[in-house]
């Protein structure tokens, strides 16, 4: 189980622009949606962008605090 300020505060330590939306699902902490809006994304791939908040949450995902993960990102309008 993962707090939703935790993933919020490891994703702004990859990307200090984002802006993050972080939904948990089930009201158990392992299953979330995500949604993150940054700078850093622009020009990138899809997947390239997932890659990037799939890194920053490396840890909380390889120690299964999160076990489901909807992620959508985007860049600034």
Not at 6 to 12: E, G, P, S
């Amino acid at each position: 189980m993962v707090h939703p300020d935790q993933v919020r505060a490891a994703i702004h330590q990859a990307l200090p622009d984002a802006t993050v939306e972080v939904e948990d699902l089930t009201g158990g902490g392992d299953h979330l949606q995500v949604t993150v809006v940054s700078s850093a994304f622009d020009g990138l791939s899809r997947v390239k962008q997932h890659q990037l908040v799939y890194g920053a949450l490396r840890s909380e995902l390889a120690s299964e605090a999160i076990h489901a993960l909807a992620l959508q990102t985007s860049t600034p309008s």
